[in-house]
């Protein structure tokens, strides 16, 4: 790896099976972000600079990706959700975090979701990027519109051929979604999106056993949890483009079955909403940093669009 976060210190730390790449700035109340696909830490760089001016910010490769350890898949629990949530726990924890803020974007949104399921006692604030719920995610996609996300049923495939097919023109197929999802070609630098690619071309088969999870054990865990009734306890703000009128679901409403203190914002970046519009997620972060439990009598609910302001935020 050649670039990095700007005044971050790096290491590598063990946590259970593995060794993670993370970096570590700043001073203060601890917060955790987590990358999403087909990106790693450095997504959160402009986020990362920023909280760190009176956070502790530690930014970590998820298992699989980037420059931490890519376990061969042994079972169906190498890269659950699960797994990895109980990575960034043992992580907060080795380097001295008992309770942490945690914000995950994409496939590390869906480890957030996990880690804030698994361990409410350990997350104290929940931020989760463009992502839906496993299970529901699942449920709304179907007919044409599928078509959009057609390689989280590519990466579902069993062990071969899915590895096979990426192996065969990766740079293509990664830079396919970077091109894709994104709105702004200069939110991505050459340099960065170098090491994307690069990363990714080198983790083909544990990026496809992470998606390949997704379908299969991580439903599991979500339906075990709707059939408890478990909730994210925690103040939880949620950030989307507008996929639902595409998609016809009610996002806000999929999320509102998770967390009761809920704040859900569509944002009009892109899907890199980091790195496209690091200064209003920034803000987000900041407004979900401040919120208290919601009060008896208030939901905390809100599905509004609107700035800081936002009575929720309160």
């Known amino acids: 790896m050649t670039t990095k976060i700007p005044e971050f210190g790096y290491q590598r730390v063990a ?3 593995v060794h993670l790449n993370v970096a570590v700035g700043g001073t203060g109340s601890p917060v955790v972000l987590l990358h999403g696909f087909p ?18 910010v530690i930014v970590p490769d998820l298992r699989g990706y980037g420059d931490s350890d890519k376990p061969a898949e042994q079972d169906r629990d190498t890269y659950s959700k699960r797994t990895m949530a109980q ?24 480890v957030a979701v996990r880690a804030g399921l698994d361990h409410p006692d350990r997350v104290t604030h ?6 839906l719920p496993t ?3 699942w449920d709304v996609l179907h007919g044409a519109n599928a078509a959009v996300a057609f390689h989280l049923y590519l990466m579902a495939q069993p062990p071969g051929l899915p590895e096979r097919m990426i192996e065969g ?19 991505i630098p050459p340099a960065v999106r170098a090491e994307y690619l690069r990363a990714s071309r080198e983790a083909v088969p ?40 595409a998609l016809g679901y009610d ?64």
């Open 39 to 56: 990106q790693t830490h450095l997504m959160w760089r402009h986020v990362a600079t920023d909280l760190a001016g009176d956070h502790t």
């Open 251 to 314: 996002a806000a409403g999929l999320w509102s079955a998770w967390a009761g203190d809920l704040v859900h914002r569509t944002v009009t970046a892109g899907h890199f909403m980091a790195e496209q519009a690091p200064d209003e997620i920034v803000g987000h972060l900041r407004a979900l940093l401040a919120r208290r439990q919601a009060p008896t009598g208030r939901s905390g609910t809100c599905a509004c669009a609107t700035g800081p302001s936002c009575p929720a935020d309160r």
């Open 126 to 131: 929940l931020a989760i990027l463009d992502v």
């Open 169 to 187: 023109a990766a740079d293509e197929f990664f830079a396919f979604f970077l091109d894709a999802w994104g709105t702004s070609q200069e939110a």
């Open 15 to 17: 946590v259970g099976d």
């Open 206 to 245: 544990s990026i496809v056993a992470d998606y390949r999870a997704s379908a299969g054990i991580d439903i599991e865990h979500d339906e075990a949890d709707r059939a408890a009734g478990r909730r994210l306890p925690m103040p939880v703000t949620v950030l989307q483009q507008d996929w639902g009128a």
């Open 87 to 110: 990575d960034v726990v043992d992580l907060a924890r080795a380097l001295g975090h008992e309770k942490f803020a945690l914000a995950g974007h994409d496939r590390g949104a869906l």
């Open 135 to 137: 299970l529901d995610m």
